[in-house]
Structure formats: structure tokens, C-alpha cells
């Protein structure tokens, strides 16, 4: 596994105003923490961090973490990224400092190969877990967990317990649970037709209501007019308050 280089400098402000200031000089703020590590604010270059991203799977990467006036250098992984909404660019990263003897949990992406028999006959490839959770030491993490679909049929499923793992990767998981299977076109269409259903059903439920509602407040401002202008009516008896509340609990339904 390729473990890569990461420079860092320690900075003491924090909060939104010197963090943003950061951001303009091309820094990225960060914090490290640890089982063992007491946490350490860090500003690290966006340069720096570019060849990181263009790797591909951050996530799983290990890295050799050096800080400016620190002598020793530290194995981290990147545990969280947070990332502008709009533009993705990084806002902040949240570094995790490993011990290269103990294992750790990891989130690894499922990727498959091959084109399964099930799908050129027209059954559909459905995904249902997309990452799995593995627990192995820090260089022996698995940047995708490779699933080879050839051999699936319609109605096939790949379960947990059928994975082959490389080294002493483990994945814990108490119940064998299904990764991937092929499922019929029959299906997919018959949920197709529910979901259009439910859809038609939802719409109607939606213009009736407004309907009722129409008709609650046309009620309600008849009645309001009749007991202002027409207060001795004798049909009309009611407090206004009364028939205030009637009608309101008219519209709510």
C-alpha cells in the first residue's frame, strides 16, 4: 500500500473569521486527534493536498503526516472532509492519528466486474451495499472490495460470506448480509407500475384535499358575514368563537 507525504503547520486561532482567512491564503484548517493523541490544530496547504485527491479513494489512504517545528512524523488517515455545499471545495479535514500495529474500521467502496449472464438475458444489476466496513491494520487497507459478477444469474445473490479477502482483512458482520444481486425485469416493471400508482394515488389524495379546503373557507366566510350582518338569525345562535373554531378544525382536515 502507497503511503503518502503530508505537510502540516500548527495555528492557533480558531472559529469562522480565521478559518475563512485561511481559506483566501490558499490553506486548508484541520485538526488531528487520536486514541492516544491529544488534538492539534493545523492549517495545511491546498497544494499539498491535490495529489491526495487526484489519487483517488482518500479515504483509505494512508499518510505520513509532518509538522512544522515537530520532529517526529505521525501516520494519519483522513477521517472526515467537510466541503462547500455549492462549490465542493474543502472547508476542513478531520486527520485520525493510527498505531501501524493495531487494526482499524474502515468504509471500503464495492466495485464490480464483468457483466453477469443474468443481465444480458435482461434481468437489472442491483446494488444494495455500496461500502463495506473492514477491519485490518492501517497499510493493509483495500482501496475497493472487487466483486466478480460473470457468473450471476436472474435471480442470484452475493452475499457477504462469499467474498474471498486478500491478507487478513476481516469484515465484521453477524448476519450474512447481501451485497449485490440480479433481479428480473418483471420486477423492476411491477415496481415501476406500484411506484406510478402510489404516485397517481398521492396526486388525487393532494387535489381532493385542496378541494376541501376550498370549500371549508368558502363555508367559513359565509358564516362569518351571516353573524356579523345577521346576527338574529336564529339557525345562527352559536358564539362567534364557536363557529371560529368549527370551521378552522373544517380546514385542518
Known amino acids: 500500500m502507497e503511503i503518502m507525504n503530508l505537510k502540516a503547520s500548527q495555528r492557533e486561532a480558531v ?6 482567512v485561511l481559506r483566501r491564503d490558499g490553506r486548508i484548517p484541520a485538526i488531528l486527534y487520536g486514541p492516544k493523541t491529544e488534538p492539534i490544530k493545523l492549517a495545511i496547504d491546498r497544494l499539498e493536498l491535490e495529489p491526495i485527491f487526484k489519487s483517488g479513494a482518500v479515504a483509505q489512504k494512508l499518510l505520513r503526516l509532518e509538522i512544522e517545528g515537530v520532529d ?19 472547508l476542513h479535514l478531520d486527520l485520525y492519528e493510527v498505531s501501524m500495529d493495531q487494526k482499524i474500521k474502515v468504509m471500503v467502496p464495492v466495485v464490480t466486474t464483468g457483466k453477469s449472464v443474468g443481465v444480458e438475458v ?25 466483486i466478480d459478477i460473470t457468473d450471476l444469474e436472474i435471480g442470484d445473490s452475493f452475499h457477504v460470506e462469499d467474498l474471498s479477502l486478500e491478507g487478513v482483512v476481516e469484515i465484521p458482520s453477524d448476519v450474512n448480509f447481501t451485497i449485490l444481486t440480479i433481479s428480473s425485469p418483471m420486477a423492476e416493471e411491477e ?12 396526486a388525487l389524495i393532494r387535489r381532493r384535499c385542496r378541494q376541501l379546503v376550498r370549500t ?9 358575514v351571516w353573524t356579523h350582518l ?11 368563537f364557536q363557529v371560529q373554531l368549527i370551521m378552522r378544525s373544517a380546514i385542518q382536515i
Not at 132 to 143: A, G, I, N, T
Open 191 to 202: 415496481e415501476e407500475v406500484e411506484e406510478v400508482e402510489a404516485a397517481a394515488l398521492q
Open 15 to 20: 472559529g469562522n473569521g480565521p478559518s475563512r
Open 72 to 90: 517526529s512524523v505521525r501516520n494519519v488517515m483522513i477521517k472526515e472532509m467537510q466541503k462547500h455545499p455549492v462549490s465542493r471545495s474543502v
Open 122 to 146: 435482461g434481468g437489472m444489476l442491483q446494488i444494495i451495499r455500496r461500502e463495506l466496513e473492514v477491519f485490518c491494520l492501517p497499510d493493509q487497507v483495500p482501496e475497493n472490495i472487487t
Open 230 to 240: 345577521c346576527p338574529t338569525i336564529p339557525m345562527m345562535k352559536l358564539p362567534l
Open 216 to 224: 371549508a373557507r368558502s363555508v367559513w366566510a359565509n358564516l362569518y
